[in-house]
């Protein structure tokens, strides 16, 4: 099948986190034969900010370390959809293109014989920003794809969509795997974005804070950080290292000991059951992991088994001093939660439930309204492990 898609950005991965599962996602497709095209506009905020804060030697690394992916760079005043179109049996719009962009999709895609078309929500906006949300007109597709069911919920209870299907992100096993040649030299490292101080407190009370009473060997790994969050940051011992290519990620996991799961307050609050990609990136890693509050409403791990799940900053302590301190107990952990994304969250497993989902939609039955995201859809076996670059 040939696949169009339109999204924020396939090459950066500045302060873009769904770059990391597009990737994924791309990569499995095209490993099984399928011819897929990734448009992106060329004034993305995160591709302007990846250039500004790194050089254009940036997006040179990244074709460097994925040769196989290429995206088209469109000026959003000037694109012609027909010939984008032309011959697609899938497309799929990202939540993060504009309301005029998605309504003329929609437009192009009527009459379209045999052509399904899905919306691709991952984001916070159905709660914190329903009004933004409202300005997309989705009547002219197919459905909707929503990395978490209370988004989907939240779809089909203000009806913006009438088929919406539960799709949750996943790793990219290909790239995320456990490194064992790259010794543990230090403790801890936590990679994410300060973002819009969503979970400013939260970052205090179970890092921060945890690193400065342990006295710590720690790594950070984000950007966006305030003045105040740095000079924290710094207190605490914890050595900023601003943004990294999500394809270096592996290694940073392989150097530490541990890392944790901070989510952001919109996530925890309104919309549980959605974990950062984080979460299954280090597991896929094999490190050990320590959680703030989250509620898995969703059941996709094993919390205590997989991960801790600390209750406070005080119990955070806690679990990191027995994840460094007790070595069954770490490679416990990290090996059940690897065991976990292996059986149940890889970019394979997600490609198995939207190829379910194309097949529901192009049978004529009444579509299902939430896909599996056990990975039961296409009854995946576990991806081969080899380099991303020749996936």
């Known amino acids: 099948m040939k696949f169009v898609l339109f999204y924020h950005s396939l090459v950066s991965d500045w302060n873009h986190g769904n770059a990391h599962f597009l990737r994924g996602v791309v990569t499995e497709l095209m490993a099984r034969g399928h011819q897929v095209e990734v448009y992106e506009p060329t004034d993305s905020w995160s591709r302007q900010n990846l250039v500004a804060d790194q050089g254009g030697a940036a997006v040179e690394a990244f074709h460097a370390a994925f040769p196989r992916l290429r995206s088209h760079c469109y000026d959003p005043h000037a694109l012609e959809l027909e010939p984008v179109l032309d011959g697609a049996d899938v497309v799929i719009v990202h939540e993060w293109n504009t309301p005029e962009l998605v309504a003329e999709v929609g437009r192009a895609h009527r009459g379209a014989a045999g052509q399904v078309l899905l919306f691709h929500d991952t984001h916070h906006r159905s709660v914190t920003a329903p009004e933004e949300m409202r300005r997309y007109a989705l009547r002219d597709y197919d459905g909707t794809l929503a990395f978490g069911e209370a988004i989907r919920r939240r779809y089909i209870e203000n009806g913006w969509s009438e088929r919406v299907w539960t799709w949750h992100e996943a790793a990219d096993t290909r790239l995320f795997r456990p490194r064992p040649e790259i010794p543990r030299e230090h403790d801890l490292v936590w990679i994410g974005n300060w973002g819009d101080g969503e979970r400013a407190r939260e970052l205090r009370e179970y890092l921060i804070e945890p690193v400065a009473a342990l006295g710590l060997d720690a790594d950070l790994h984000g950007v966006r950080y305030p003045g105040d969050a740095l000079e924290a940051l710094a207190l605490a011992g914890i050595r900023h290292h601003g943004w990294i290519a999500n394809h270096q990620v592996p290694e940073a996991f392989a150097r530490h000991r541990v890392t944790v799961h901070v989510p952001r307050g919109p ?81 394979a497993h997600r490609v198995d439930e939207l190829l379910a989902i194309l097949a529901t939609l192009r049978s004529g039955t009444p579509a299902a309204r939430h896909a599996s995201t056990g990975g039961a859809a296409g009854g995946a076996t576990e991806p081969t492990h080899g380099v991303v670059l020749d996936a």
């Open 267 to 347: 996530y925890v609050e309104a919309l549980p059951g959605i974990p950062t990609i984080r979460v299954f990136e280090a597991l896929a890693c094999g490190i050990p992991l320590a959680s703030a509050p989250w509620h898995d409403d969703e059941n996709l791990f094993s919390p205590g088994r997989d991960y801790l799940v600390a209750g406070n900053g005080e119990d955070m302590r806690d679990k990191l001093r027995s994840i460094l301190g007790e070595p069954d107990l770490a490679a416990e952990l990290a090996r059940h939660g690897l065991a976990t994304i292996r059986a149940r969250h890889t970019c």
